[in-house]
């Protein structure tokens, strides 16, 4: 076999640029899981394994490297081949370890580039030589690891019978305690009932509210649906559905400044907008997260009912929301608040002088058309829940999308109607074991 002989240089980042053994280990400059690695990296690792007939697989034990949506900042750029005209498998960036990265052949080639601001603490990479990895396509699905698994029947899937490790997990259908609230929320009469005014929640009275966070900062409200699924606004994720590592979701928690005892961070596993998603116009603003990992349900967490496919609303009925959003400095922001609001006719909403038509049939209004209370920005993705008078069973009917202001006349707060999804929620859980 024709070996490459390479004359060794540095990568760019204090250690060997090109790598041909079996397995080895590279890293940005200066690591040691805290310092910080310079601005204006440009390093980059040739790696050529000795087996042809085996593949290159590229893991991490440290990653926190400086996300932004397309990592356009800092990057970490993986090619499947031995240079750079090879076609690019995956841009890393974001502070979650990434899944392994396998090549389609005996070659790789990684390179590492930061700008001149915000250095975060690197990575430390491994790579190995190993057999092509299982892929399964569908009707079926990988049970197990790419290594050992198998391709299963995805007719198995959410069958309450257990195949597989994972074949019961985050399936669709409303769980048998959700939600049904461990502390109950305060919605007496005596509430003064807004956000923007600030009215503090009890601790974790809304068990499923969760605060998405980008690049360590909460940019979104979210709702839990099961141990696997979590429910957001699509424009709180679109523009990097393809870069889960810049995102966690941190439940169980109430001041997002002085962490609770009961908080739980998890990053994603996958991010699913709607297809039809129209940013333009904010029609079908819906996005299902994909745990990494498994939500641990406790008093402090759990899971938001989804209501029937097509269930409708009468004007005036009462509904809550909740959130972190700016409160227009009438409340602390760091506790999660509460509000108390009233669903709004869609013929009224589209008056002239509300929204003038721009309501869509998968959209509801909420809120006061006299103004003065109404969710805000960093609210967005959060839930609007509604009460069953009978079962005292709460359920998602909204997800908090756009509006004109915060708390303006004649523009009440534009919400995604979530049963007329519900069809496409259970469908995407299915299709995504």
Not at 217 to 225: D, E, K, M, N, R
Not at 281 to 302: F, P, Q
Not at 350 to 358: F, K, P, R, V, W
């Amino acid at each position: 076999m024709l070996m490459i002989v390479y004359a060794q240089e540095d990568s760019g980042c204090g250690n060997e640029r090109y790598m041909t053994g079996v397995t080895g280990t590279f890293t940005s400059m200066n690591f040691d899981g805290e310092t910080p690695y310079d601005s204006f990296a440009d390093c980059r690792w040739n790696i050529d394994i000795p087996n042809s007939d085996k593949v290159v697989e590229l893991s991490f034990s440290h990653f926190d490297v400086e996300g932004s949506a397309r990592c356009q900042f800092d990057e970490v750029a993986v090619h499947d081949g031995g240079g750079a005209p090879s076609p690019i498998l995956e841009r890393l960036c974001g502070h979650h370890i990434p899944f392994p990265i396998s090549s389609t052949g005996p070659s790789m080639y990684v390179t590492f580039i930061s700008d001149s601001v915000i250095e975060w603490t690197g990575f430390e990479a491994h790579y190995r030589s190993r057999d092509e990895p299982i892929s399964c396509e569908q009707p079926t699905y990988l049970c197990g690891n790419d290594e050992s698994g198998y391709c299963a029947p995805s007719e198995e899937r959410c069958d309450a019978k257990l195949h597989c490790i994972i074949d019961e997990l985050g399936c669709p259908g409303n769980r048998d305690n959700c939600g049904q609230p461990a502390i109950t929320p305060n919605t007496g009469s005596e509430v003064h009932t807004d956000i923007v005014n600030g009215e503090t929640a009890i601790p974790h009275s809304w068990p499923w509210q969760a605060s998405l966070h980008n690049s360590k900062f909460h940019a979104c409200g979210a709702s839990i649906l099961n141990e696997k699924w979590v429910i957001t606004a699509a424009h709180c994720v679109s523009l990097a559905r393809d870069n889960v590592y810049i995102f966690d979701v941190v439940a169980g928690e109430h001041n997002l400044t002085d962490p609770a005892p009961s908080r739980q961070e998890y990053g994603l596993e996958k991010i699913i907008v709607h297809a039809e998603y129209n940013p333009v116009v904010m029609n079908n603003d819906i996005a299902l997260l994909k745990i990494r990992g498994v939500i641990n349900m406790t008093a402090e967490i759990s899971e938001i009912c989804l209501p029937a496919q097509g269930t409708g609303h009468q004007d005036g009925d009462e509904a809550w929301i909740t959130g972190w959003g700016d409160s227009l400095g009438t409340a602390d922001e760091r506790a999660l608040q509460q509000a108390k609001t009233y669903l709004i006719d869609t013929a009224a909403c589209n008056d002239t002088e509300s929204y003038n038509g721009a309501i869509s049939t998968n959209m509801v209004c909420a809120g006061y058309l006299e103004g003065g209370i109404d969710a805000c920005e960093g609210d967005d993705g959060g839930p609007l829940v509604r009460e069953d008078p009978i079962t005292k069973i709460w359920y998602l009917y909204g997800i908090t999308s756009w509006g004109d202001g915060c708390a303006l006349a004649m523009k009440p707060h534009v919400y995604t109607k979530v049963s007329n999804y519900v069809d496409w929620i259970n469908q995407m859980m299915l299709a995504n074991p």
